[in-house]
Structure formats: C-alpha cells, structure tokens
C-alpha cells in the first residue's frame, strides 16, 4: 500500500449516502416482490447467510476505500461481505431500473439480487458505492431467488479485476465470500437443476446507475423522478459537468456516448464478449457493468458469441457489439428527451458516439499493429484486410498479435517489396510464418493460398513498419503495451471454477496474481497464456455459458 493511503479498520468506514439521501425511497418497508412506483430504490436487508468464508479479495480495491483488509480477521470480512453484519452507516437498498432485454422492452427490472450497502468516502473526497451481488431476494426478484453461485460469482470476481488491469473501464471487485447455503441451479436449463454452492461478491463502483434506470421512469411517464435522477447523476457522478443546467446536461450526455464508445473499444482491443448487453446491463459511467455469460475471444471470429441464450440471434456477437451499444444509446436518448430542451443535444451524442468510435477504433486497429494513428491511405486496406487473415486457420487473437510484435521486421532484414506475385515463401517468408504459427488452432487449414494470403499482408505490413522508422525493439514495446499476454481465457475461468468447488482456492489467486500485470511476459506463468487445449473447445463453462448464475 503505498505511504500516502490511509489505511484503516472497516469500523473506521465514512459513509455518505447520496442515492439514498437524494432520490425518492419506496414507502414500503416489507420485502416482497412487487411493482415499485414513483421511487429510485427500496431500502432491503441482505439475506442471513449461514457459514460465510471468505475465499479471496482485491488489496486494490481496499485501498480506493482506505481499506486495510490484513487487519480485520477473515471471519469478520466474510461477515460483513456476505451482508451478514451491517456497518456503522450502511443504508441498504435495491434500486429500481427497466431495461430492454434482447432488443424488447422489459418493463421494471431492478437490483433483484443485488443489495447496494452504501457510498464510501475516502481521504480522497471519492464516493464509491459497495453493492452485495447474491445477498437475497428484493422486490426487484421477480421469480428468482436473489442468490448467485460460486461459479458465476468466481467469473464476475475474476473479470472485473482482469478488466482493470488490463485497462477496460469496469466496476471492480473487493471480496468473493462462499455462503455454506446451497444454491438450485438449472445450469442449462435443460430440466437438471443441481445445487450449487452459493457466493456473495462484493462489487464497486463510483455508481450503478444504468441505461435502464433512465429508461423506466420515462417509460411509464414519470417526468418528475426521471427529472430527479438525472440532476443526481449529473452532480454525483459527473460533478466535472457543474450545477446540472440544460447545457451541462447536453455535455452529459455526450459524455455517455464518449465513454460508452471507448469501452466498446476497450473491449474489441481484448477481446471481450460482454455476452449479455441489455440497456438494463449499461452503465451510465461507460463501465463494464454486470459478468455474466461473458467470453473472451480465442480463434478471432467476429460472430462469435458465449451467451448460449443467444445462440440464435447472436444480437450480442463479438462484432456486433459497437452496434448494440449505439442501439442502448438510442433508447437512453429516446427516454431522455421528455427532460432535454431540444432533441439536437441527444442527436449529437448519437452522432459522436459513430464518430468517436470509428475514429478511436481505427487508431486502436492502428497501435496494435505498432502504428501510429495518422491516416494514411494504404493502412485502410491492411487494416480490413487483417479479421479475413485472422480466420483463415482458426486463428487465436491474443496470441497472434503478441507473436506479430516478435517478428523480426526491421528494414535492414528484407528489400523484398509486398509483392503478391511473389508466389512460394522465400526463407524469410517461412520464417515469418513459423514464428506466428503457435497462434494457430487448425495449422493444416493453412494451404499454398492461404499462407500467400498471410505472406501478402506481412509483406505489406513490414514495408508500413519500414515507413514509420521504427526499430523491431520500439514496435515490440508499442504493441506489447496495447496487446494482452494473459486475458481470462474462457477454460483457465472455468479451472479455477473446476477447483474451487472442491475448495481450493489457490488457482482463483493465481489468475489473480497473473491477471494484475496481463501485459507483462511472466516467467514461469506460460501456460496462462497458451491456447485453448483441444478438450475445452465445446466444455461447457469454456465455449458456452448460459444467463443461469
Ligand atoms: P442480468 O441479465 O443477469 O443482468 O439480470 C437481469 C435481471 O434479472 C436483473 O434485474 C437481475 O437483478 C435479475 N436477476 C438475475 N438473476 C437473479 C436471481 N438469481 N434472483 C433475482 N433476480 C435476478
Ligand atoms: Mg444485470
């Protein structure tokens, strides 16, 4: 931890409760599943666990909270992450959100197992928001039961430190505790629900604000509370904005569309598949918000998706994801407009989002080839020419670009110029190509034309490296910065998962420890980084998931 932290005992916590102070509250006190009117959330106890352990927590996410975690003992942590003992100033609630789910409106949704204990402010005048994810029914339950098992819990833990570090904007993670309760789970939804054991993690976050919170009071034309949210989130979560005036709420909004589109490109840049991008699963922070079937790429497939509940419609594809993430712009301007002057200020949110993206998508394109982001003509073609070459032959993303950044290109190695009538490889070609070819899930699919298609591009992307008069060291760097050794590949997730079902917990640690510096080689820790081994290709857990958790 470093001097300048604070570091203090959970008793010593500073709560301020700003969504609770500011918002209207739900009259009702008793919790039971129900429409909830004219209200941004229900205040709402967590369930009693019976045996909670606690299994693993992030020391980075302690310390945004001023929090010394080695002090308290681990009996007391788990108590006060499973919801089991309240703080001194926890205010618990559920809050109250609708979402479009698959493109179709839903209706109200809400926190329905989700408990949110309150704002913590720390040393550094930071509010972050401690929300309880499994800790019991709330009104917002519907006909589920408020809990969330290990597996999911492992996954939602292990991500959202992994996105962190690899620098993807997303909520964080401080603790992951076992309840001792048994959770019924119908994995598959095929009519084999099995217990599980259940989990609570603790999640983090400046605010869980969604698309969807927004979404609901316009839908059922309550001006008035949609009025009052949108002044809290300007001056609590954008307070940068100033006093929330129609031009700061014009700026808020362009803010949205800017972050939102940034984390779309975040994710492309790491391969990530949200999985599950319902407007009820965005957050107004443009955070990552809400792992649940999310996947991480392997062989680059841009239809590809984890989400076995999507299986059909693939609406949330790896490719189509910047589209779906304007499509929840669009219903979050359309909600709204009932407290914009003028529609032009959503309209040119919209527009900056297609802006904003293309322009900074293309410039990621560009720095994970070790590019700098100056447009020139012949860099349009190499860049669309690259998801084509990445499918030729089953190709793993992260791998790929990581072996790309080691090829020896450097001008003094070759005059060759990109020739396509260059036929057979030379030496050098074959060089080349051996060196990339570990990223390869199908190497026999790399025929006579298939590795010329390859041998084309490399070609005209070392003739491009030529130009920018960068030395193979200095491109390595760049592109090392920018392109992932280790993400949390689907089956390492589910391994973790396999061992931590039979209580052992040291390979969840493990990942974590790797996942804290994804960019770094890490002698020792190569296996983290290798290909999907061919059992997990079609496992269950490691190529699809479904919405059960
Ligand atoms: P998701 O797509 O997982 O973000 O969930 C959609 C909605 O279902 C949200 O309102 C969740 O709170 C709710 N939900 C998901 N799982 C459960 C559960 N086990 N119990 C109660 N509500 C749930
Ligand atoms: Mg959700």
Known sequence: MSETIVSQDLAALCFDNRFTRHLPADPEPANYRRQVQSACFSRVRPLRVSRPQLVAYAPEVAELLDLDLRTPSSDILAE?????????????????YGGHQFGNWAGQLGDGRAINLGEVLNSRGEHWMLQLKGAGPTPYSRT??????????????????????????????????????????DMFYDGNPQHEPGAVVCRVARSFTRFGSFQLFSARSDHETLQKLVQHTIRCDFPHLGEPTPEARREWFLEVCRTTAEMVVHWMRVGFVHGVMNTDNMSILGETIDYGPYGWLENFDPDWTPNTTDASGRRYRYGQQPRVAMWNLMQLARAL?????????????????????????????????GLSPQSRESDVQLLDDLPGLLQLAEIDMTIFY??????????????EAPDRSGGHPGS????????????????????????????????????????????????????????????????????????????????????????????????????FAARRPDWARDRAGCSMLSCSS
Request: net charge negative.
């Open 337 to 369: 407009v009932p407290v914009f002057e003028s529609v032009d200020a959503l309209q040119q949110g919209i527009d900056l989002f297609a802006e904003h993206f293309n322009q900074t998508s293309a410039n990621m394109s560009l720095a994970k080839l």
């Open 402 to 415: 990581r072996r790309l950044a080691r090829l020896p290109l450097s001008p003094s190695r070759s005059s």
């Open 428 to 527: 050098d070609d074959a060089v080349l190509l051996e060196a990339l070819s570990d990223a390869f899930y199908r190497p026999e699919q790399m025929n006579n034309e298939k590795q010329d298609r390859m041998i084309y591009w490399l070609r005209r992307y070392r003739a491009r490296v030529a130009q920018e008069q960068l030395s193979d060291s200095e491109r390595r760097q760049r592109m090392n910065a920018v392109n992932p050794e280790f993400v949390l590949r689907n089956y390492l997730a589910q391994l973790a998962i396999d061992r931590a079902v039979q209580n052992d917990f040291g390979m969840i640690r493990e990942l974590m420890e790797v996942l804290r510096h994804p960019y770094d080689e890490q002698p020792g820790k190569e296996e």
């Open 144 to 185: 589920a039961d408020g809990l969330a098992v290990l597996r999911s819990s492992v996954r939602e833990f292990l991500c959202s430190e992994a996105m962190h570090h690899l620098g993807v904007p997303t909520t964080r993670a401080l603790t992951l505790v076992l309840t001792g309760d048994q959770v019924l789970r």
């Open 80 to 96: 006060v992450f499973s919801g089991n003992r309240l703080l001194d100033g926890m205010d618990p609630f559920a809050m109250c």
